[in-house]
């Protein structure tokens, strides 16, 4: 008899909502994946807005859940366990999805769990390439979060190595992006100007001299490196070579990111690398790291974007590892913790 486990997300700007068949023997088998964004909401700001993605999720939950169940051809009553990330993201967005998740649990009278969305990241990938080894390294890389993680256990031990002291890494395109009057998200434009443009200016690596912490980031002083570069030749009146600026700087994300992520998989002596989150969708961070692991001998896993971006099928794939490994339920006062840890 396999469970059924639905996932919901709503700690940034995607509404998720994920169902999951979990089989006897701990295979998963997806059912269901339905996400809607606020992204173009945010796009004139610059940047999500919490209000108004808080608003968007409200808005958006039930009718995502309502296709999620269409897609799967189970009704609610099928579901036996409800998952929830309940942290880290935004107050006002999680609590959208943490109130409709207890609702559903108390309503049904099926077992909630309150899981954490950056091992979410990492379950989503199981869902492409199967079970994890013993231990892995996680690469998590999107607008929100930049982390480096080790996981022993998805449902019971991860441990932070590093995280970035500044900017995510996906912030950090977002913000190049409106210094180069591209649009947002920035990513995406930038990745294809990268691919023309040639990697010709030496824009700073963050946190990488002798004395800085081995495995942490920092992405900001190299998006003021980018707009002064930038500044200085408008100054002069010289046009801006936008392709080349963007080449140079998604060289240096790519470098940085890829060089820890690679060094502490050795240090460590861990063999797999998963690499998730928006970012991910990176052309340039992927054939970097494919060589990179390729040369230490580090079997990389990414899964596919829409795997890497925030949705509910990774809460339902976490939630089924949490339901798998026995782990207690959370109870009907669960909150929402922006700042939750890993
Ligand atoms: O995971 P995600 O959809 O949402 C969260 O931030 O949690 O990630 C969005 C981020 C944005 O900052 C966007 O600019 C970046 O991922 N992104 C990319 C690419 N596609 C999306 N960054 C670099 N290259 C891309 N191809
Ligand atoms: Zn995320």
């Known amino acids: 008899m396999s469970k059924i486990v639905m996932g919901i997300e709503s700690s940034c700007d995607e509404t998720g909502v994920g169902i999951v068949a979990l089989a006897d023997d701990g295979t998963m088998e997806l059912l269901a994946d339905e996400v809607a964004s606020s992204v173009e909401l945010h796009a004139r700001f610059g940047g999500v807005v919490p209000e108004v993605a808080s608003r968007a999720h409200l808005e958006a939950m039930v009718p995502t859940m309502r296709r999620a169940l269409s897609d799967s051809g189970i009704t609610l009553s099928d579901v036996d366990a409800i998952a929830v990330t309940c942290g880290p993201g935004l107050a006002g967005a999680l609590l959208v999805g943490v109130s409709a998740a207890k609702a559903y649990a108390a309503a049904l009278d099926v077992p909630l769990y309150g899981v954490n969305h950056l091992p979410g990241h990492v379950a989503a990938d199981t869902l492409e390439h199967g079970p994890l080894p013993s231990s892995c390294l996680a690469l998590l890389v999107s607008g929100g979060h930049t982390q480096l993680l080790r996981v022993d256990d998805l449902a019971t031990k991860i441990t932070e190595l590093g995280f970035t002291i500044d900017d995510a890494a996906g912030e950090a395109y977002d913000k190049v992006a409106r210094v180069l009057g591209l649009p947002y998200p920035g990513g995406p434009p930038i990745d294809r100007a990268a691919q023309v443009g040639s990697d010709s200016i030496a824009f700073p690596r963050g946190l990488t001299g002798p004395r800085d912490a081995k495995y942490d980031f920092s992405f900001s002083g190299l998006k003021t490196a980018v707009a002064r570069w930038v500044e200085a030749r408008e100054a002069n009146g010289e046009p801006v070579p936008v392709d080349d600026v963007c080449a140079s700087f998604q060289e240096a994300v790519a470098d940085v990111l890829t060089a820890k992520a690679v060094r502490a998989a050795t240090d460590l002596g861990i063999g797999t690398l998963v690499v998730s989150g928006g970012v991910a969708a990176n052309s340039r961070l992927k054939a970097l790291a494919r060589q990179r692991c390729d040369e230490a001998g580090i079997?990389?896993?990414?899964?596919?974007?829409?795997?890497?971006?925030?949705?509910?099928?990774?809460?339902?794939?976490?939630?089924?590892?949490?339901?798998?490994?026995?782990?207690?339920?959370?109870?009907?006062?669960l909150s929402a913790d922006p700042a939750l840890p890993v």
């Open 299 to 333: 079997t990389l896993r990414v899964p596919r974007p829409r795997l890497c971006t925030d949705n509910g099928a990774m809460i339902a794939a976490l939630g089924a590892h949490v339901v798998a490994a026995g782990v207690q339920p959370s109870t009907l006062d």
